[in-house]
Each structure stands twice: as C-alpha cells, then as structure tokens.
C-alpha cells in the first residue's frame, strides 16, 4: 500500500484517538488538563487557570524571554487568543475555526469512500506514525515565525491548523523551551499513538498530557 495513503488515513486516526473529545464536559476536561501540564513541561513557576462558562484562561511565564504569556480560550466557538502580559494586556494573534458556512477539503468523506483504512492499519510502522505527527505537531510544512517578543526560528506555529486540540497542543509543543524535552515528547508521541491507532483506543487527557 502506498505511504501516503497510510499516512493519510493515520493522520485521521491520530486526531480522532487524540485530539476529539466529544461533548462540553469533555472538551472543558481536555483544555484543563493541558493548562495544568504546562508547568512540568515547559519548567515555569505556579500560575491560576481560571474558568469562566465556556471561557477558560491559562496565565503562565514563559522561560525563553521573562513575559508572561495568556491563552484564552474559547471551547464553544474554538477561538484561541495568545495575549503577552508587559504594562498591558497585550493580544500577539488569534486562532480562530469556522466550522459552518465555509468549504473545507472533505479528506474524511474521501477517504471513507476509498474504504482503506483496515489495509493502512495492518501496514503501519513506527515510521508512518513519526511522519504523521511530524507534519501536524512537531514541523507542519506550512508554518509561521514569532519575530516578537520571542525571535527563535525553531518555533514553527501551524497553518490551517483546522482542529482547535491539535492547534493547542502543537503550540504546547513549539513553545517548550528545553529541546531536551521536546525530543523527549517526540519519542513518547509516536509510541503512544502507535499504540492507540493498533488497539483503536482513544487517549485520554491524562495519558496525553502524561
């Protein structure tokens, strides 16, 4: 079976298994524990997350420069805002899906109708996978460079990045500043995706986050 053809399949996979929680309470649960893994993982001091009805703020200082740093986000409307906290509150850019009333490449219907997807499953391979995740978290070809207040070029922010989970955990990724750590992820990701897509298991927050 061609690669891309796995590859395409497994990139579908790898969202619903990870990056799909149905329904408010889950969604909220998703968004909660992501703010939480952001103090081991990026290795910065305490900060309050706070949840206001379907809004949820994440406050936390980021090591590369000393700023601190807000996400707000929006779980109704997937709407997330990255604001940078000097004198002001200040909003650095907004990510921002439209679910209704715009065309988006029907990937899913296509594949679904092409009926692949057992075949690609058998066929997988540590390789499949690392290419998958390399492409939607840890270096998705289409991406821009923060200049300010951060100028590092290893920080790649997604494109069309179209799921809001995927979204926040590729910039939980990029913005770690250990390469040690994200090195580390890497690893982790494969195998724990791998491992979900072969049993057909959904991974939860905890596991994700872990």
Same mark, same amino acid.
């Given at each position: 079976?061609?690669?891309?053809?796995?590859?395409?399949?497994?990139?579908?996979?790898?969202?619903?298994?990870?990056?799909?929680?149905?329904?408010?309470?889950?969604?909220?649960?998703?968004?909660?524990?992501?703010?939480?893994?952001?103090?081991?993982?990026?290795?910065?001091?305490?900060?309050?997350?706070?949840?206001?009805?379907?809004?949820?703020?994440?406050?936390?200082?980021?090591?590369?420069?000393?700023?601190?740093?807000?996400?707000?986000?929006?779980?109704?409307?997937?709407?997330?805002?990255?604001?940078?906290?000097?004198?002001?509150?200040?909003?650095?850019?907004?990510?921002?899906?439209? $679910?209704?009333?715009?065309?988006? =490449?029907?990937?899913?219907?296509?594949?679904? +109708?092409? &009926? %692949?997807?057992? /075949?690609?499953?058998?066929?997988?391979?540590?390789?499949?996978?690392?290419?998958?995740?390399?492409?939607?978290?840890?270096?998705?070809?289409?991406?821009?460079?923060?200049?300010?207040?951060?100028?590092?070029?290893?920080?790649?922010?997604?494109?069309?990045?179209?799921?809001?989970?995927? $979204?926040?955990?590729?910039?939980? =990724?990029?913005?770690?500043?250990?390469?040690? +750590?994200? &090195? %580390?992820?890497? /690893?982790?990701?494969?195998?724990?995706?791998?491992?979900?897509?072969?049993?057909?298991?959904?991974?939860?927050?905890?596991?994700?986050?872990?």
């Amino acid at each position: 079976m061609d690669n891309n053809i796995i590859q395409a399949y497994l990139w579908n996979e790898v969202i619903r298994l990870g990056f799909s929680p149905a329904g408010k309470k889950e969604r909220k649960n998703w968004v909660i524990q992501y703010g939480k893994s952001l103090k081991d993982f990026w290795g910065v001091g305490e900060y309050p997350t706070k949840i206001n009805h379907n809004l949820i703020v994440v406050f936390h200082s980021n090591v590369f420069l000393e700023y601190k740093f807000a996400h707000i986000i929006n779980i109704e409307k997937y709407t997330i805002k990255l604001y940078y906290l000097s004198n002001s509150l200040e909003l650095m850019w907004e990510h921002d899906v439209d $679910f209704q009333g715009y065309f988006q =490449f029907p990937e899913k219907s296509l594949l679904h +109708k092409y &009926n %692949k997807l057992q /075949t690609a499953q058998r066929n997988i391979s540590t390789i499949h996978i690392g290419t998958v995740l390399n492409g939607l978290i840890f270096h998705p070809a289409v991406h821009q460079h923060i200049k300010s207040p951060i100028d590092d070029h290893e920080i790649r922010i997604g494109g069309g990045i179209y799921n809001p989970f995927v $979204f926040l955990f590729h910039l939980r =990724f990029q913005l770690c500043p250990s390469k040690e +750590k994200r &090195n %580390k992820e890497e /690893t982790r990701l494969v195998t724990l995706f791998e491992d979900a897509i072969r049993s057909d298991k959904n991974i939860p927050p905890n596991e994700l986050f872990k």
